[in-house]
């Protein structure tokens, strides 16, 4: 089961966060946002169907394939029976297990500041177009 983002990249994305990584709706992005990854996103939490927010909610294991201008990264992460997944703009991947209604995912093994450089750079591309691919993994859930 799959859902996928289509995003923007931003001048002002500092990939520098130590336990988040973020994408969002918003077009704009100031310089204090150093979890975001990407902007203008088509999707956030409360726009994924139910059947994967279901599968989440029941401590799936996510695979969250980050591309933009031919570079890539890959980062792994789990769901929570409390997930929200209500948010209309953002969409945030936690390396914590803190939920709130833009926790996409939890337990993550990778922040925004341990992302790929290369993809980073690519991601710094106004306009650049960012595809994230979010896979439900049963049964692979990284350990806590």
């Given amino acids: 089961m799959q859902e996928t983002i289509k995003a923007k990249g931003h001048e002002n994305v500092r990939s520098a ?3 988040t990584l973020e994408f969002t ?3 704009e992005l100031g310089k204090n946002g150093d ?8 999707k956030a939490c409360a726009d ?4 994967f927010k279901e599968a989440l909610r029941k401590g799936a294991g996510l695979k969250i394939e980050i591309e933009a201008g031919g570079e890539k990264d890959t980062v792994h992460a789990k769901g929570s029976s409390g997930l929200l997944l209500d948010d209309a703009k953002e969409t945030v991947i936690r390396k914590s297990d803190f939920i709130s209604g833009r926790t996409l995912a939890i337990n993550a093994d990778k922040s925004s500041s341990e992302l790929n450089k290369k993809l980073v750079e690519k991601l710094k591309i ?9 896979t439900i993994e049963s049964g692979k859930a990284p350990a806590a």
């Fill in 17 to 19: 966060h130590k336990t």
């Fill in 25 to 27: 709706k918003e077009k």
């Fill in 35 to 42: 979890c975001i990854i990407a902007v203008a996103a088509d």
């Fill in 48 to 51: 994924f169907g139910e059947e």
């Fill in 126 to 134: 106004p306009g650049q177009e960012v595809t994230i691919v979010l």
